[in-house]
């Protein structure tokens, strides 16, 4: 017998989610075909299903020779279908005349957009959709070089996507059985792609714009996409994905007749940043956050790999730095993870972007040298207590300013990161959170400081920590081979208000803001011509609103950011506030953060997504609009990232998903 | 890809080389070298750092410290297996407990079940499947899947010829939950020559499956040894302190797939919880497949995928039993009904829903989307019977019974024209009273389906606190030997003291500390949320309905309170994070409701840490607390 998927298809009102919805002279022709694909019982079951709808009626009650309910052997039909009404599906029940459609259906066609996400800055989308299976799609390409060999790859995902658009896709392939009208498995998608660009690693200067025009001539849907560089292209391809949709009521795809996109983002920078150290995420999973990541079109991976609490990273020329930092042996990424996940990113538009947090935030790993006669102690303070006393969280560590060797490390850590990442456009040296404390009650940075008469006072501390910053940039320069690359640093001491420029200079440094999105520095950071990546925690610290991890309560920036703080929270409109300008030349974009005190590979998923969805609209797009015209879109996005295998979570009730505009204030 | 092989080949042997060579002290040195020699880089699939770090048991702490080449230290599983009172036993037990500081290793292949003893084949055959789910949960502390070892031998004789019997003795022939079921239990073990003997007596079923989760956790994987490691000497007598130790899942805002729902059966068998409370309907949609009133799924389910069928049903009814889970029903009425009661109407049946998808919402229902029965339409009792009928059936044999019955809209009957008009020619006033009056009517007549239903035997109805419950009211309308009450309000609501004063069997669920939906943005989409701050473990660990009974009576009404129960609205939640909102806050509710220990969070702390890594092992994705470095370093990440 038919399986359950197949069951409900063959409605009388076979035709209507057909690309023309009209063709009624061919209806019959197509009901027959299909319907001799059937088995006998499939048939008479079908037949059933078929008298229940057409007199709209069931007739079922109590009608037993209607073999009992098992999981396997049959689905329910549905009595409802959708209208598209004043851009907004709605929900109705099919009175056996009408030719209602599916919920997926009426969402691709109805309202401007139809379900791309981030909307795109000009789209006109078609309100009819052709049905073809994921095996007729062809391409060509006119590309140059390198990108040639991207673009076939970027192709095979956007293939593999739609095979995901099947409910039950599981790795790698789906059980497309239709049965199918002969228009759709007659039908193709065609898809063109023209970049004219030779760049294969995302800047800050890459243009991602790109053009897209899809058309429908008889049985071949042609999707146009022309773009300045690679990156624009997959992006296109992506925008491409997003106009297709499961038929569920023919178990194929289908397509949007007609649309024209012309698209790019608002901003340069459009980041997530996932933390490796407090808890160790696998390959797989950080491969999941870059699928989704580029689902939403976000560009940058931030990766913050080290911290005091552990040291998760094979340095092939340290390899002590892992052994005695990494959790455990399990938990360590080796260069070829490294490689790969850079490799994953860059095909699917993604920079993967090394955070290397120092001075502070730094502590095991650092054990071994103190045992190497020629090396000495390189971290201080490190698993120090009271931990109140020597850092913000347990475990302290910091590095050890008096010690030169420690710079010999840091040169040959920064050496091999530099090649594992390259080649690199930024670099992230973390730097916040230094605790004078720590500093000054290790005996030997204050005989330091002292034997070099610099004083025991914070400026001088200060001081030290700018010397120490700035001959770090110098060894990731000599690291990177004498090329200058900006160094991203977080809002700390170093950069507070009244000397953010006195220790960093703006040629250099790009500053990520981690406080509050109406701390002053931001005003200040900009009017002295700071190029600026937001991540004020009240609205992007995605890792909020869970219990406290010391102590009772909960943790220390709840509650919990809803999406839609995530959603409005626009760079733009901060920097207005403070300076009475946007200042689009210096802010570089966004990043939402996901620190990982309380999160591993069971939940990075769903703290990430959708919220980084919310983030990448507002990144990509920057809408004047807030949430509210955002929202049917939004949760429709959340569940086609499910399909793709991301674990996103819900953001309300399925029932606000099928009745549109009805769960409001 | 013939040089990765040979590689990973020649790595692995270098591995393993300075694996050997931890006992001297420059282990670094050595791999330093080892891998400088192979300076291609390593092969992630094959190649693997060692560790220099063990852990020493002091004072009952697990103390990381380095292998210092002398003495070799354990991992971080076999120390705390052995360290400390209660070794890693979640939830914690009540009676006796001692466990012996040394482990045996041995193979999965040689633990097997020695022998039965039950009163009835009914038993036997429940005992036969409890003991292959605990020996499949074994296998599971072993990693990288399959049951099979990363270190595949050869090993010492010692851990090939050592062999595990299990013996369990049930003397009682329960077969089915009930709030009498006294889950108690002992479990002995001991160990002689390459013979270990776990002993296990239990009055009921019950109690010897919780036996089996204990002697589970007494089980470890041993890092540095690649085997199974189990305590060599123990004894355990464990009983619980509450009868009622439930999660409810409510499937109607969001459907969860049946896999979903049996790893929460799973991690529910894993913290000794008994009562999965199934809050199947509501007013958004009606996932389940009555066979003899289909329509009601045809038209209330969200699609024909989100649809649980009688099979799946008995299916999830039989796996909670023989993992000591009862599965209990709720059908919520009057109020909380909406959509799948729309095709009555056309049926001739007249209007069984009214207010239905009515808006706006605000003036008909505390969310969308609005729906209500109509109580005054005979046809409404009729198809509620039916629905109790198929009910009883398929969760059968029921002990209790949850009729929902919370937050009824007064303002939507008394708009609905047919109810007006109703009460008015029954001379009945439309103040708030006579809707109470109707509504405990309706309650009653409820109770009564459900007897007939059940064959005229009465089981206890469990209800949640409402207007109805309200001291004033609540005499007149429920009667305390039918009725439980489940309490949804703070712990601070008078409406406790009054409902325990008057001699009402209550359940704890007040929703300022088990409420496990809160603190994901706005509940509703009123954007006000009424619980916006997340509950962490710790506030659902310290949550005593003991205390809260004192605090607010002056009495622990030990006899009236049946325990408790977490609850997940799932408005936020459907498959994708059902194990992470659930766990391993759940199991912190556990340890209330199972130990009711007189301490708080911060004694159970590491426990719980090492069972959540448990549940994970067991394919509960479980969310993390804290980072691993806590896990690590015992005690040290203190406020």
């Not at chain 2, 340890?591 to 448990?614: C, G, I, K, S, Y």
Request: with cysteine; aromatic share 10%.
């Amino acid at each position: 017998m038919d399986g359950g998927r197949g069951g409900v298809i063959e409605h009388s009102e076979d035709s209507r989610d057909h690309k023309t919805q009209s063709a009624s002279s061919h209806r019959e022709d197509k009901v027959i075909v299909s319907w001799l694909r059937l088995s006998y019982k499939t048939r008479i079951w079908k037949l059933r299903m078929k008298l229940l709808e057409v007199n709209c009626v069931i007739v079922l009650l109590g009608s037993l020779t209607w073999a009992p309910a098992t999981a396997t052997t049959f689905t329910l039909p549905s009595p409802w279908g959708y209208r598209c009404d004043a851009d907004r599906c709605v929900k109705e029940e099919n009175t056996g005349v009408d030719t209602l459609v599916t919920l997926n259906t009426c969402k691709l066609t109805c309202g401007p957009y139809g379900v791309l996400w981030p909307k795109p800055t000009t789209a006109t989308v078609g309100n009819e959709v052709a049905e073809f299976l994921p095996t007729n799609v062809t391409y060509v390409t006119a590309c140059v070089g390198e990108v040639c060999s991207l673009l076939e790859t970027a192709i095979e995902i956007f293939k593999d996507n739609l095979q995901r658009y099947h409910p039950d896709y599981a790795s790698g392939s789906a059980p497309w059985e239709g049965p199918w009208a002969p228009d759709t498995v007659a039908h193709t998608l065609h898809i063109a792609v023209d970049v004219t660009g030779k760049e294969t690693r995302i800047t800050l200067d890459t243009d991602e714009s790109y053009d897209l025009l899809v058309a429908t001539t008889g049985d071949v849907t042609s999707a146009s996409i022309s773009a300045p560089t690679f990156f624009g292209a997959r992006h296109a391809l992506e925008t491409l994905s997003q106009l297709v949709e499961y038929q569920e009521n023919r178990d194929s795809l289908m397509i949007v007749t007609t649309a024209k996109v012309t698209d790019s983002p608002v901003f340069k920078y459009r980041g997530i940043i996932l933390d490796t150290s407090r808890n160790y995420i696998s390959v797989e999973s950080i491969k999941r956050s870059l699928d989704s990541m580029a689902a939403n079109k976000l560009n940058s991976f931030h990766w913050h790999i080290t911290d005091s609490h552990s040291f998760p990273l094979y340095l092939e020329t340290l390899p002590n730095m892992a052994y005695y930092g990494a959790y455990s042996p399990r938990q360590v990424y080796y260069p070829a993870d490294v490689r790969h996940l850079v490799e994953y990113g860059r095909v699917r538009g993604v920079r993967v972007l090394p955070e290397f947090d120092a001075p502070a935030h730094v502590g095991n790993g650092w054990q071994w040298t103190e045992k190497e006669e020629s090396l000495g102690k390189l971290a201080v303070c490190v698993n120090r207590e009271p931990w109140q006393s020597f850092c913000v969280e347990p475990p302290c560590g910091q590095l050890n300013l008096a010690n030169p060797n420690m710079y010999k490390l840091l040169g040959q850590i920064y050496d091999e990161m530099v090649q594992l990442f390259s080649p690199i456009d930024l670099f992230h040296f973390g730097g916040d959170e230094v605790n004078l404390n720590c500093w000054n009650t290790t005996e030997e940075i204050v005989t330091w400081m002292n034997d070099n008469n610099f004083g025991l006072s914070s400026d001088a501390y200060y001081q030290q920590w700018g010397i120490f910053q700035e001959k770090a940039r110098q060894l990731l320069t000599a690291a990177n081979g004498g090329t200058e690359v900006p160094g991203i640093m977080w809002t700390s001491h170093l950069t507070e208000a009244g000397h953010v420029d006195r220790y960093l200079n703006n040629s250099q440094y790009i500053i990520q803001i981690w406080t509050t999105g109406d701390d002053p520095v931001i005003g200040e950071l900009l009017n002295k011509n700071f190029r600026v990546i937001f991540s004020n925690y009240d609205a992007w610290y995605l890792d909020c609103g869970m219990g406290a991890w010391v102590g009772a309560g909960n943790n220390w920036c709840s509650p919990y950011k809803g999406w839609q703080t995530v959603y409005d929270n626009s760079p733009y409109a901060m920097a207005i506030s403070q300076t009475g300008s946007p200042h689009p030349d210096l802010v570089l974009g966004g990043e939402a953060a996901l620190w990982t005190e309380q999160g591993d590979d069971t939940t990075v998923d769903s703290k990430l997504w959708p919220r980084g969805a919310a983030l990448a609209e507002r990144l990509w797009t920057n809408p004047d609009t807030n949430w509210e015209a955002a929202e049917t879109r939004f949760i429709h996005h959340r569940q086609r990232l499910v399909m793709r295998g991301i674990m996103a979570q819900r953001v309300q009730p399925e029932w606000c998903h099928q009745n549109e505009g009805l769960c409001y204030l | 890809n013939l040089f990765c092989s040979r590689y990973k080949r020649s790595i692995t042997v270098a591995s393993d080389k300075t694996m050997i060579t931890k006992v001297a002290s420059d282990v670094g040195r050595i791999f330093l070298l080892v891998c400088l020699v192979f300076s291609v880089p390593p092969c992630s699939t094959t190649f693997r750092l060692t560790s220099p770090w063990g852990w020493r048991c002091i004072n009952e702490t697990c103390v990381k410290q380095e292998n210092d080449g002398v003495r070799s230290l354990a991992d971080l599983s076999t120390c705390k297996l052995t360290c400390g009172q209660d070794s890693t036993i979640w939830p914690s037990p009540t009676g006796f407990l001692k466990i012996a500081p040394q482990t045996v290793h041995f193979l999965l292949e040689s633990l097997t079940l020695r022998g039965i003893t039950a009163p009835t084949d009914q038993v036997k055959e429940l005992v036969e499947k409890a003991f292959h789910i605990f020996r499949d949960n074994v296998g599971k502390n072993i990693p990288e899947g399959g049951g099979k070892a990363t270190v595949m031998g050869p090993f010492h004789k010692q851990v090939t010829s050592h062999r595990v019997f299990v013996a369990v003795t049930v003397t009682g022939r329960v077969t089915r939950l009930s709030l009498e079921t006294s889950e108690a239990y002992t479990l002995g073990i001991t160990t002689r020559g390459d013979v270990t003997n776990a002993t296990v007596l239990a009055g009921d079923f019950f109690g010897a499956r919780h036996a089996l989760e204990t002697l589970s956790q007494l089980i470890e994987y041993d890092e540095l040894a690649g085997v199974l490691q189990i305590v060599s000497t123990a004894a355990v007598v464990d009983a619980p302190v509450y009868k009622y130790r439930g999660i409810l899942l409510d499937t109607s805002r969001n459907f969860f797939s049946v896999r979903a729902i049996e790893r929460t059966l799973d991690a529910m068998a894993a913290s000794k919880l008994n009562t999965l409370h199934w809050h199947i309907t509501d007013t958004h949609s009606f996932p389940l497949y009555l066979e003899s009133l289909p329509r009601m799924a045809f038209f209330g389910a969200y699609s024909p995928r989100e649809i649980y069928r009688a099979a799946d049903v008995r299916h999830l009814v039989e796996y909670g039993r023989v993992r000591g889970v009862r599965v209990l029903p709720e059908f919520p009425a009057p109020a909380h009904a909406g959509n799948g009661w729309q095709w009555a109407q056309k049926q001739g049946l007249g209007k069984l829903g009214v207010c239905l998808n009515q808006e706006p919402w605000q003036s008909y229902c505390v969310e969308p989307p609005c729906g209500q029965l109509n109580i005054i339409n005979n046809n409404t009792y009729n198809i509620l019977a039916q629905i109790y009928k198929e009910l009883l059936d398929i969760f059968s044999p029921l002990d209790l019974f949850h009729f929902g019955g919370s937050k009824v809209n007064l303002n939507c009957w008394n708009t609905t024209e047919e109810i007006v008009a109703h009460l008015e020619k029954e001379g009945h006033g439309r103040d708030h009273e006579s809707f109470y009056r109707l509504w405990g009517s309706f309650q009653k007549s409820a109770l009564d389906l459900l007897t007939q239903a059940n064959q005229g035997k009465q089981i206890p109805g469990i209800l949640w606190t409402s207007q109805l419950t309200e001291k004033d009211r609540i005499e007149s309308h429920l009667d305390p030997q039918q009725y439980i009450i489940q309490i949804l309000t703070n712990r601070t609501d008078k409406m406790i003291k009054s409902l325990l004063t008057k001699g009402y069997r209550v359940i704890f669920s007040n929703q300022d500390a088990w409420n496990l939906g809160c603190g994901f943005g706005n509940l509703s989409p009123s954007g006000k949320s009424w619980c916006i701050n997340y509950k962490g473990w710790q506030a659902v660990y310290d949550n005593s309905p003991n205390n809260i009974s004192a605090t607010l009576t002056g009495s622990s009404h030990r006899n009236l309170i049946l325990g408790g129960e977490a609850v997940l609205w799932s408005h936020h939640v459907d498959d994708t994070t059902l194990d992470s909102k659930l766990w391993p806050r759940g199991a912190a509710l556990a340890e209330r409701l199972w130990t009711n220990p007189d301490t708080n969070w911060e004694a159970a702390e590491t426990r719980f840490v090492h069972h959540r890594q448990r549940l994970v092992r067991r394919g509960i994705m479980a969310q993390r607390v804290q980072p691993e470095w806590c896990r690590q370093n015992e005690g040290h990440c203190y406020l």
